[in-house]
């Protein structure tokens, strides 16, 4: 059984940090519509959603992914490369204490969640906007024991690693060649955004069952398509000018004990 942690979209959600795209106005009410689409869209692909409630005052908070890096047996809570978003993990390790040991990102290190792409037992961090070099030494310290080869990966021109490229299929992944280069994740089938759609490599795979991707890059939802790939459509607009997107809303993980 799959659960993915969600948190509802914070009233304060125009104040977000911004790396990479231009500030513009954001509806909050058609964010929050957006968001419970998106939680719809984790139920029919399988998963248990938990709802936790909003943080006003922290306005990514909806942005958990970047939180918590979770794997079967641990979860390493970050400690995200932004000073705004230190206190978001709280609420969230709470929770994940139920189902995992919990181990910590200490400081000087930084680490975005969003940096962090698993690959079955490979796991690939990018080293950026947001995520340091003593962060992914201390995540690699933390999951290596564990029998997971750790790798960082540089990322330019993006927020973070899944930015630019995330799992669409058990050996295929989505790409924006601009952004990250390919030699990295050799051995892999890589299927690449559309030219015209720059931000669309960030999909969610939820098991087997199917990717969420915005429903704003429909060429590349056509490429996943033609590629095999089952493609769940969600509008995310209003998100998306928070520099947010499919993965960053959820945590997703497999049940303890299965
Ligand atoms: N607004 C998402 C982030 O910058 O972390």
Redesign the pocket.
Known sequence: MLKAITRDVSASLSD????FVDRRPIDVATARLQHAAYRQALTALGCTVIELPALDAMP?AV?VE?VAVVVDEIAVMTRPG?ES?RSEGAAVAAVLAGCRQLRHIQAHGTLDGGDVLRVGRRVFVGQGARTNPEGIAQLAGHLRPLGYAVQAVPTRHC?HLKSAVTQVGEDTLLIQPRWIDREAFAGYRLIEVDPDEEHAANALLIGEGGVIHPACFPRTGERLQRGGIHVVPVDLSELQK???ATTCCSIVLRASGE
């Open positions: 977000c940090e911004l790396s990514d942005f970047d932004v978003r927020l928070a520099e947010g």
